[in-house]
């Protein structure tokens, strides 16, 4: 899959580092103001997606491996199974056993901003990997690509 | 009565436009926007449940009074599961159009009758 | 309800116009428009009612639904198509439809007004959320604290559904076996 033509890819270069920055705090603040794991992993992969479609995959297959995605989808879905776990210190499966309320900052919520970039992690090497996988899918009856 | 309830019905509308398109379309692509319409009338139908009215969203800021807040803010339980709904509809789309790449790649179409004729 | 009564209703009604016009069109490029053009209008809806949260993953969401459709079908040949009747399937949803229409019409009897929930087990969670998780934004609060259980398992349906996206494009010995009738 080929690039863009020079104009996106100086924008992009601009671009893409904000996007990331973006959604690096999105998913860190997610029990303060609106958003989450989800959502900030979505715009990770965003950004990810952004990079891929401007410079051409054979470009990004030297700055990021294929199977790195994958290997990161399932990072991060034992890293949530095992915050989980580690409630169990506390006494129960997935209690919140750091929470020290009413501070409004970063570490008042505990086991949340872990469970949250965990989160993150994995859904943003998820949907990258299937956005990889959509794309180098070359069909053998079909020429034209 | 009808008052009262009418953005549910609207809400129940766009789900008949999305089951519509599901049974009654016979390209593979109309057949996943109709899915794509179905599952944007099931969240709006339940962000829709959980409103008050004159209410503010549900977070907390360090210059609010709690008791107020607790009066006028929505319901945040549809909300949380509204939230991973919508993404688990992006990766039922991506799911839904890898299987009609690979249609596509095998049959040479994108007509379902087509299909049903040819017999690999 | 008067208060936002207006702008949702002009916003329900644009939804609605947009999604038959993306079922009806022919050309597939404006029908994957359209569709982008319904979950925009969704995503202002939700920041009317009260759920920013919501709206931000709507906007995201749909620009790689976006994406992925046109990786689709803009590099495919034939994008339109004629069609014939089937009278089976026209009946088929039309009963549909139907049987909605009933269900609906029984249900929104004793359904509560529009503005006015219940909220029983949402009022708790509102009361005590601060104290016991330390979490400001109560979606956060009632996703990953009080209803963690519930997050692992939708987790568990994005990994499942990424995984069958990955089997399926997978060519591991199809190009060579395409001579020797392959099955499935």
């Known amino acids: 899959m080929k690039g863009m033509s020079l104009i996106v890819r100086e924008v992009t270069k601009l671009v893409a580092g904000f996007i990331f920055v973006y959604g690096i705090y999105i998913v860190l603040y997610g029990h303060l103001t609106p958003g989450g794991g989800f959502v900030g992993g979505v715009i990770l992969a965003c950004s990810f997606i952004l990079l891929m479609l401007a410079f051409g995959k054979n470009f990004m297959d030297h700055v990021i491996k294929p199977w790195s995605l994958t290997v990161g989808d399932c990072v991060g879905a034992l890293g949530f199974l095992l915050v989980a776990l580690l409630g169990l210190i506390g006494g129960a499966f997935f209690l919140n056993f750091l929470a020290h309320p009413g501070d409004f900052r970063l570490l008042s919520g505990g086991a949340i901003p872990l469970s949250n970039i965990a989160i993150g992690v994995k859904v943003s090497a998820c949907l990258a990997g299937v956005f990889v996988a959509l794309s180098i899918f070359r069909g053998v009856r079909s020429g034209k690509e | ?120 | 309800m008067t208060d936002i009564a207006l702008g949702l209703y002009i916003i329900t009604g644009f939804v609605i116009v947009a999604s038959v016009i993306a079922i009806e069109v022919k050309d597939l490029l404006s029908t994957i428009i359209s569709v982008s053009a319904a979950g925009a209008g969704l995503s202002i809806l939700f920041l009317m009612l009260g759920a920013p949260d919501i709206a931000i993953t709507q906007v995201v969401v749909e620009v790689v639904c976006l994406v992925i459709l046109i990786r689709a079908t803009v590099t495919r040949d034939d994008t339109t198509y004629d069609s014939h009747r089937d009278t089976f399937a026209v009946a088929a949803g039309l009963l549909f439809v139907g049987l909605l229409t009933v269900c609906c019409w029984v249900a929104y009897q004793d359904m509560q007004p529009f503005g006015s929930p219940i909220m029983k087990v949402g009022s708790q969670y509102l009361q005590y959320g601060i104290e016991r998780t330390g979490a400001a934004n109560y979606v956060t609060a009632v996703l990953l604290d009080f209803r963690a259980y519930d997050t692992l398992g939708e987790a568990t349906v994005i990994f499942a559904a990424v995984i069958g996206a990955y089997v399926v494009l997978r060519k591991v010995g199809r190009i060579r076996d395409e001579r020797h009738e392959p099955d499935s």
């Open chain 2, 1 to 120: 009565m009808i008052h009262g309830v009418l953005p549910y019905v609207l809400a129940t509308i766009l789900l008949g436009v999305g089951i519509y398109a599901i049974t009654c379309k016979k390209n593979v692509i109309k057949i996943i926007i109709g899915v794509i319409v179905t599952e944007y009338a099931v969240n709006m139908f339940l962000i829709l449940i959980g409103y008050r009215s004159g209410g503010i969203a549900p977070v907390l800021t360090r210059a609010m009074d709690k008791s107020e807040f607790i009066n006028q803010s929505v319901d945040p339980i549809p909300q949380a599961l509204i939230l991973t709904s919508i993404v688990i509809g992006l990766g039922i789309v991506a799911l839904m159009v890898a299987i009609a790449i690979r249609l596509y790649e095998k049959y040479g179409t994108f007509d379902i009758s087509e299909i049903r004729k040819l017999r690999g």
